[in-house]
């Protein structure tokens, strides 16, 4: 038996969580696994050594702000390096497509904090989503998995309008939404904090949601926290409720237990069928302005510009602004810069640009939002005890219904150390560190788990005629080396990555291929 790859020697942890990790070697031909055991007798065009190693499936991530930087840029290999080779589209619902000109124009300029500077993309010339899809074939070196982009969605159907849709701009929504996924889309996905979803009801979700249900879809949301006014229960029944209604499996963006979810997720079971993701830093990362009530974030990047030229309105923004920063600040939950389009205030608080500039937080921040236009992109420290957020972590990954991903985003002068460390960090604090899972769950928890859940097929699992995303990693090695100071260094101990059969990493550089593809 001939194959392309063969790689010998090494401990294949397949991905499924339940079989413990057995030595094999693994035969791909083309970009499939084509055999898996002993192939001692078999020749190969190229031959990987993998003594001593962990062979497992490619790593899902299942909400991550990647796909224009797979197109270009210099983080294209970011998530890659870390071992992930399938990458979801649209998360929190951002989307260019398909957009007028104008709208696929406002609708990056609103998503810039999260996408970095103006794209290489043919903005307003993606009349479909199958046009955008098409800018992939041959120019991406992961593997790209469609969701609906709720946000561009609704712009279509009806502008940046802060309101309920009527009932023929729904029925646009529930168009497009059906374009999506016959473009193979496998999710609806949904920032209920951002522009313009924040005002989506839920009458109009459910019934997307029942579109998302005839193709075996799923329903995916950054859950109504601003909306809600920080109630977190509040904000978990909604969901409960639209899984209720539509009958539709659900998935809670970035989340993880604690004292507050814990009940949440024991009280889901009884409702809905109720997943989640959780990165597990003590910070998130998203736009200064999304500290701001949602009335006041209404119709986007424009419709703020032109409240903060109000002097009325701006009066208003400032004693918010300083009432909720006061009040992180006093919470230990200090916003950090990490990216400002002037290049101002990188790695300073709020509290130390303000005072460096003799301002109140108030006064500092809505002349921030007015300037730096049309983000700041921050990360949120949310001053958590270290014993307090080591038993968070314990309690996050051993949760059932729990899977990894990064919700990394890739531009800036500093950013989220989530976006090249999530994984590796898995398998180094998790497994090897705090022991509070096994390999082979985390594995599963990074793999097998979230293919299954988003529908991703014949994906997330080492075994014959799966597609051969491979990852091989030293268990005793491997470990994430980005940090608040140096969010972009690469990982250590994970050897090689393959995509469909291709190298794409090697002991830690990129190789340049492009075997990626949109997994339909």
């Not at 190693?53 to 970011?78: A, M, Q, W």
């Not at 124009?105 to 046009?131: I, K, M, N, V």
């Not at 579109?211 to 229960?233: N, T």
């Not at 992109?377 to 080591?390: N, Q, S």
Request: hydrophobic letters at 40%; aromatic letters at 8%.
């Amino acid at each position: 038996m001939h194959f392309d790859v063969l790689i010998r020697g090494g401990l294949v942890v397949d991905g499924s969580g339940r079989t413990p990790a057995y030595p094999a070697d693994v035969g791909i031909v083309g970009d499939r696994i084509a055999a898996m055991g002993d192939l001692g007798g078999a020749t190969a065009t190229e031959t990987i050594d993998a003594t001593g190693k962990i062979v497992s499936p490619g790593f899902i991530d299942v909400h991550i702000h990647s796909e224009t930087n797979l197109l270009y840029g210099p983080h294209r290999y970011g998530g890659l390096m870390q071992g992930v080779t399938t990458q979801l589209a649209a998360p929190d619902g951002f989307g260019w497509a398909p957009a007028t000109p104008q709208h696929a124009r406002e609708l990056w300029e609103y998503t810039e904090f999260a996408y970095g500077t103006q794209p290489r993309l043919p903005l307003g010339d993606l009349p479909t989503a199958q046009a955008y899809l098409d800018l992939y074939a041959g120019n991406t070196p992961a593997n790209l998995v469609p969701q609906v982009p709720h946000c561009a969605v609704r712009v279509a159907a009806m502008g940046w309008d802060a309101r309920p849709a009527t009932e023929d701009e729904l029925a646009a929504m529930k168009l497009t939404t059906r374009e999506w996924l016959e473009a193979g889309a496998t999710c609806l996905n949904l920032g209920l904090d951002y522009q313009p979803t924040a005002f989506a009801d839920l009458r109009e979700i459910v019934e997307l949601s029942k579109v998302a249900r005839e193709y075996d879809a799923i329903y995916a949301a950054h859950l109504r926290y601003q909306a809600f006014d920080g109630s977190k229960p509040r904000a978990w029944r909604e969901i409960m409720e639209i899984g209720r209604r539509a009958d539709i499996p659900v998935h809670v963006s970035h989340e993880s237990v604690d004292d507050t979810t814990a009940p949440l997720l024991d009280e889901a079971k009884n409702i809905c069928d109720l997943t989640f993701e959780s990165y597990m830093y003590p910070a998130g990362c998203t736009h200064l302005a999304l500290s701001l009530p949602i009335p006041e974030q209404a119709s986007g990047a424009a419709g703020l510009q032109a409240r903060l030229a109000n002097p009325t309105d701006r009066a208003r923004i400032r004693d918010e602004m300083q009432r909720r920063l006061q009040a992180q600040v006093d919470d230990g939950a200090n916003p950090v810069f990490v990216e400002t389009p002037t290049g101002r205030y990188i790695g300073m608080t709020v509290a130390q640009a303000a005072a460096s500039e003799g301002e109140t937080l108030g006064e500092f921040a809505v002349r921030v939002l007015a300037e730096e236009q049309p983000y700041a992109l921050m990360v949120f420290h949310r001053g958590i005890a270290p014993e307090r957020f080591e038993r968070t972590i314990r309690d996050t990954i051993r949760h059932p219904a729990m899977m990894v991903a990064s919700d990394g985003i890739y531009h800036g002068a500093s950013g989220h150390p989530r976006g090249y460390g999530c994984f590796a960090r898995v398998l180094r604090l998790c497994v090897r560190e705090m022991g509070a899972v096994s390999l082979e769950e985390a594995v599963y928890k990074m793999s097998g788990y979230p293919a299954a859940r988003f529908r991703v097929k014949n994906r997330g699992l080492l075994r014959e005629q799966y597609g051969a995303d491979v990852v091989i990693f030293d268990a005793a090695t491997v470990a994430d080396r980005s940090t608040w100071d140096n969010p972009w260094a690469e990982p250590v101990g994970i050897d090689r990555v393959l995509v469909n059969g291709e190298t794409v990493v090697l002991h830690g550089t990129p190789t340049g291929n492009l075997p990626g593809r949109v997994l339909r």
